[in-house]
């Protein structure tokens, strides 16, 4: 509600009254969501393949500023982005910062993501930023947003590795998780309720087969598979013949050849996010429940008192910092603790004579880079074990670059 900026009319909790010519849509115009909410459409290809598998997946309403649509069909942009597009500009942008109202739309996209970044949704597509000067080319993305920040950097890293490996297999194995978007709307108001990791059940796939794959009686012009009601656990360990998210990321891991060491910290992710769907380790919220209702000031009365809140605050804060062990959030996994010292042992600043070493390699790369012989079986160019490294104390030079 905090974030839930709509008019009552908007919300369709009053009578439109007369138009606001500053807002869009006059601030009377109805809008089903929040912009802090799900998505309200799909724009990938997969899920407009066919005007009826498009009206089955997107079945909830989407909202969108008929000029914007109008000019983004004109200019030749597809119907799906384009409507995903006008349905962002169906709102008002909420924040302008100094220096970025006056700006040329031809080189940046300063306006653009001032719209864009202001409607936080579940999943958000972000087009490439106009390209600087030796800058790092950043190509398209879409942001994973629905998961909460947890109390470690080791859940932290869990969850994003987790979903990360999971988009990985999706496009390697050709897998097909579509549902109807009142479906997602659904699972996210079951998602919000207590317990809902053991207690709810959420709408999933039921075959995310690819295409190749699936019996040869589906149509392409038909709707999906129909989806089921399923438990976290059969979502994220499996059942019958539903694989399961985390063994996808497994073979995943297994079709790309992963080393043992790498392997070693990723199944440790795996199997906190294993545990947490079957309910060996308790979630963030279910211990902060249990902290609060063990808490010697708590009283039944689902008052929070200063001193119950302190405590959790120096609790969660202290086993982010790796102070406070918390098998029944962590299992076997341990943080190590974290504090300033030895944060800045490493010296920033580049001895004298390591320009000279530079130097050296920069010309012993320009010379290979224009050599006729383009074998990558040279010492030069394949890494070595033995290579010595290049320190201020021992600059790089053809004598010591081998052992």
């Known amino acids: 509600a905090s974030v839930d900026d709509r008019t009552p009319a908007e919300r369709g909790e009053a009578r439109p009254s007369a138009e606001d010519p500053r807002m869009s849509g006059g601030g009377v115009r109805r809008l089903a969501k929040s912009r802090y909410d799900s998505i309200s459409a799909y724009i990938s290809q997969q899920a407009h393949r066919s005007p009826s598998v498009a009206r089955h997946l997107n079945d909830v309403p989407c909202e969108t500023d008929e000029a914007t649509l109008r000019v983004l069909a004109g200019e030749g942009i597809d119907e799906p982005l384009a409507r995903h597009l006008a349905h962002l500009f169906a709102r008002d942008p909420l924040v302008a910062f100094a220096g970025a109202i006056e700006v040329d739309d031809a080189a940046t996209t300063e306006h653009f993501e001032s719209l864009n970044s202001t409607n936080w949704q579940t999943v958000r597509w972000k087009p490439p930023p106009p390209p600087t000067p030796c800058g790092p080319r950043i190509g398209w993305r879409t942001e994973f947003r629905s998961m909460e920040v947890q109390l470690t950097d080791f859940e932290n890293a869990a969850f994003t590795v987790f979903v990360v490996l999971l988009t990985r297999a999706m496009l390697v194995f050709d897998l097909d998780l579509l549902i109807p978007l009142s479906k997602v709307d659904e699972n996210m108001s079951r998602a919000h309720a207590v317990d809902a990791v053991g207690a709810q059940r959420f709408w999933f796939r039921s075959d995310m087969m690819p295409k190749g794959v699936r019996p040869v009686s589906a149509s392409e012009d038909a709707p999906p598979p129909e989806c089921e009601e399923m438990t976290m656990r059969n979502i994220i360990c499996g059942k019958g013949m539903f694989p399961g998210l985390v063994p996808l990321c497994y073979a995943y891991l297994d079709y790309i050849r992963c080393d043992e060491e790498s392997f070693k910290r990723v199944d440790a992710y795996l199997t906190l996010v294993r545990r947490?769907?079957?309910?060996?380790?308790?979630?963030?919220?279910?211990?902060?429940?249990?902290?609060?209702?063990?808490?010697?000031?708590?009283?039944?009365?689902?008052?929070?008192?200063?001193?119950?809140?302190?405590?959790?605050?120096?609790?969660?804060?202290?086993?982010?910092?790796?102070?406070?062990?918390?098998?029944?959030?962590?299992?076997?996994?341990?943080?190590?603790?974290?504090?300033?010292?030895?944060?800045?042992?490493?010296?920033?600043?580049?001895?004298?004579?390591?320009?000279?070493?530079?130097?050296?390699?920069?010309?012993?790369?320009?010379?290979?880079?224009?050599?006729?012989?383009?074998?990558?079986?040279?010492?030069?160019?394949?890494?070595?074990?033995?290579?010595?490294?290049?320190?201020?104390?021992?600059?790089?030079?053809s004598s010591s670059t081998e052992s």
């Open 276 to 397: 947490r769907a079957n309910g060996e380790l308790m979630t963030a919220a279910a211990w902060m429940r249990r902290f609060v209702r063990e808490h010697p000031e708590y009283r039944r009365d689902s008052v929070v008192t200063q001193g119950i809140a302190y405590d959790l605050a120096r609790a969660c804060d202290d086993i982010g910092r790796g102070r406070r062990p918390c098998p029944e959030l962590l299992g076997d996994a341990s943080v190590e603790p974290l504090g300033p010292d030895g944060a800045y042992d490493t010296q920033l600043t580049g001895a004298a004579d390591r320009g000279a070493a530079v130097r050296k390699l920069v010309d012993r790369l320009w010379k290979r880079a224009g050599s006729s012989d383009d074998s990558l079986d040279s010492t030069d160019t394949a890494p070595s074990p033995k290579r010595a490294r290049c320190s201020p104390s021992s600059p790089c030079s």
